[in-house]
């Protein structure tokens, strides 16, 4: 994996997220903080947990191991939690655009929430935080029907249909890569 190809998937995380908000825009406060039994309970504690992770892998990034993720209760409305992530996506997309492939196996040393220290390549860290995202945008749409409300899919193919220039972009990557299937020349001669 090389720093494009984290940052395409970065490019694929926060347009799901778009999609992902899409239905959620509509909901009402009650709606939104409403208790549903999930494991972040409503739609905006597990919104806040993804944000924070986000968050706190971009604090551990830069050296700074904040001991908790945030607080959902200090986020009253989606307007307030979306406010916060874009300023959050801003920062991330700097971070990520000073990343180079030489930079992605440099260890991340942090100490956890749980106050374990602990060590991963940073490669792995951004891998993780697309993930996690991916992880919980699956919570989000079912949080999502148990409101009666319809999610919006977030398939990693609808977004290379949408733009072909996102397909161009790995294009090089492709065209290196092994042959999955063969080429006509590796097929062996019918035998009578």
């Keep these: ?7 395409n998937l970065f490019d694929y995380m926060y347009w799901a997220h778009e999609r992902m908000i899409r239905p959620v825009v509509d909901l009402s406060t009650e709606e939104f903080t409403r208790e549903l039994g999930s494991s972040h309970s409503s739609l905006r504690d597990t919104l806040v947990h993804i944000m924070s992770v986000e968050w706190i892998w971009l604090s551990r990034w830069h050296g ?3 001991p908790a993720l945030l607080d959902p209760t200090g986020f009253l409305d989606l307007d307030s939690v979306e406010k916060r992530w874009a300023s959050l996506r801003h920062e991330l997309q700097r971070f990520l655009g000073q990343i180079r492939d ?10 956890s929430v749980r106050g374990e220290d602990l060590s991963l390549p940073l490669v792995c860290t951004l891998q993780h935080v697309v993930n996690h995202h991916t992880y919980h945008r699956g919570q989000v749409a079912t949080l999502l029907r148990q409101l009666g409300r319809e999610p919006v899919s977030t398939d990693m193919t609808l977004f290379f249909f949408e733009d072909e220039s996102r397909t161009a ?11 999955i299937f063969g080429h006509d020349d590796d097929e062996e001669e019918e035998e009578d």
């Design 1 to 7: 994996m090389d720093s494009q190809e984290i940052r």
């Design 64 to 66: 700074i191991s904040p």
């Design 102 to 111: 030489e930079n992605l196996n440099v260890p991340i040393s942090y100490r």
């Design 169 to 179: 972009r790995m294009a090089p990557r492709l065209e290196t890569a092994p042959a």
